[in-house]
């Protein structure tokens, strides 16, 4: 029996092309999955300088001595960070600058608010505050409070509450909201000024007889929230 002509010529094409329905080809998708990441950066080599001082003007019965240092925190999409500051020379705090008015502080303050200077010989050298100076703090173009949540065994975040005068304290973190607000912001671009006002042991307690070295140090830790 014969089959009409328009059948064998589908027959045909079909007997033609098997061969090229038989290839195949693969697509895949590669990529890489990457948390966010965010970089502090302080002007002037992340040092703050105090230069030669005098221990009868900046000690203990003296004014404290002021630095301010530009700091920017750049994250590659918005991204909810704080700082938490960590004393690399937690042991040398002098104690005589435990107390708010030997600092001359008005306000509130703890002796959690005092890095340590060093120390030489037994001699403890001093103490230091660091500030996130209030109203100076710009997250992605708009103006921002400082907060801060005191660190446990879930990180922070539990409770958040205005840092109104900027002082950085061991154990807690801190970070950046809407004006007037408890509630950290996610922010691609944070600047704003760093200020440390260090004071130097009493005369008394220094006996200074030779040149001291100061050697104050802090790591500044990211927390992602």
Not at 46 to 70: K, M
Not at 172 to 185: E, I, K
């Amino acid at each position: 029996m014969k089959k009409p002509l328009p059948t064998l010529m589908m027959v045909c094409l079909a007997a033609l092309c098997s061969p090229c329905l038989a290839q195949q080809s693969e697509l895949r998708i590669a990529g890489v999955i990457k948390p966010t990441a965010c970089v502090p950066q302080l002007a002037g080599d992340s040092t703050f300088d105090l230069g030669n001082l005098q221990a009868a003007g900046v000690d203990g019965q003296g004014q404290p001595i002021e630095r301010d240092l530009a700091i920017v925190i750049t994250c590659d999409a918005p991204t909810r960070v704080g700082i938490r500051p960590q004393d690399n020379r937690a042991d040398s705090v002098a104690q005589q600058l435990a107390h708010p008015r030997q600092r001359r502080v008005a306000d509130a303050s703890l002796g959690d608010d005092l890095f340590g200077l060093g120390t030489s010989g037994r001699r403890k050298l001093g103490g230091y505050e660091v500030i996130f100076v209030p109203g100076s703090f710009v997250a992605d173009g708009q103006q921002v409070d400082t907060i801060g949540s005191r660190a446990g065994p879930q990180g922070a975040g539990a409770n958040w509450f205005k840092r109104g005068a900027g002082r950085l304290r061991s154990g807690v973190v801190n970070t950046w909201a809407p004006t007037g607000t408890l509630q950290p912001g996610a922010y691609s671009s944070i600047s704003g000024t760093l200020r440390v006002r260090a004071m130097l042991a009493p005369s008394s307690a220094l006996q200074l007889t030779d040149r001291m070295q100061l050697d104050g140090s802090i790591t500044l830790e990211m927390h992602y929230l």
